[in-house]
T-cell receptor, first 113, second 107 residues
Framework: KAGVTQTPRYLIKTRGQQVTLSCSPI?????VSWYQQTPGQGLQFLFE???????NKGNFPGRFSGRQFSNSRSEMNVSTLELGDSALYLC????????????FGPGTRLTVT | KNEVEQSPQNLTAQEGEFITINCSYS?????LHWLQQHPGGGIVSLFM???GKKKHGRLIATINIQEKHSSLHITASHPRDSAVYIC?????????FGEGTQLTVNP
């Protein structure tokens, strides 16, 4: 089986712009979670989707949003980018919300200038 | 206080040494994870455990639910083990992470 894929791998944006990141889970996995990793805050949970529904959301402003499609692929969007949004964004998939083991993608490194 | 605390933050060892990384947590959990992150960012799940002990090659993970503590041991460490090791707990349906332990194994 192919692993979790994320596109793009690297992205440079300017303050005030918006960005959309994509995550394709392992085939058959229906749960997708998103995480932000920064040097200062470490890894933090953004949100989790299962069957096209957001099941859980971390403590991030409304500028961070996401969605999941019927094929389980997920996108996350950040609007009105700030310098502090520069981070590695990771997604992880699992077969269901009851399967706690998560399989991580390679991440998208976003730089905001 | 963080819900997941790891120690040490940094660890330097000589090849062949036995290594222990500790993790303490303060919340109720469904599972505890040990993750490995190499430079470049990719994260690999090493172990997921909810009780007892697991072993995979030179790696051993243990958890004490009553004490809310877990340890990751690496036997006969090798330079390729150099990475950041992250403890995370599943509480509810989300992962909460420790700050990670930067391990450097010198030849």
């Amino acid at each position: 089986k192919a692993g979790v894929t994320q596109t793009p791998r690297y992205l440079i944006k300017t303050r005030g712009q918006q960005v959309t990141l994509s995550c394709s889970p392992i085939s058959g996995h229906r749960s997708v979670s998103w995480y932000q990793q920064t040097p200062g805050q470490g890894l933090q949970f953004l949100f989790e989707y299962f069957s096209e529904t957001q099941r859980n959301k971390g403590n991030f402003p409304g500028r961070f949003s996401g969605r999941q499609f019927s094929n389980s692929r997920s996108e996350m969007n950040v609007s009105t980018l700030e310098l502090g949004d520069s981070a590695l964004y990771l997604c992880a998939s699992s077969p269901s919300t009851r399967d706690y083991e998560q399989y991580f993608g390679p991440g998208t490194r976003l730089t905001v200038t | 206080k963080n819900e997941v605390e790891q120690s040490p933050q940094n660890l330097t060892a000589q090849e062949g040494e036995f290594i222990t990384i500790n993790c303490s947590y303060s919340v109720g959990i469904s599972a505890l994870h040990w993750l490995q992150q190499h430079p470049g960012g990719g994260i690999v799940s090493l172990f997921m455990l909810s009780s007892g002990k697991k072993k995979h090659g030179r790696l051993i993970a243990t958890i004490n639910i009553q004490e809310k503590h877990s340890s990751l041991h690496i036997t006969a460490s090798h330079p390729r083990d150099s990475a950041v090791y992250i403890c995370a707990v599943t509480s509810g349906s989300r992962l909460t992470f420790g700050e990670g332990t930067q391990l450097t194994v010198n030849p």
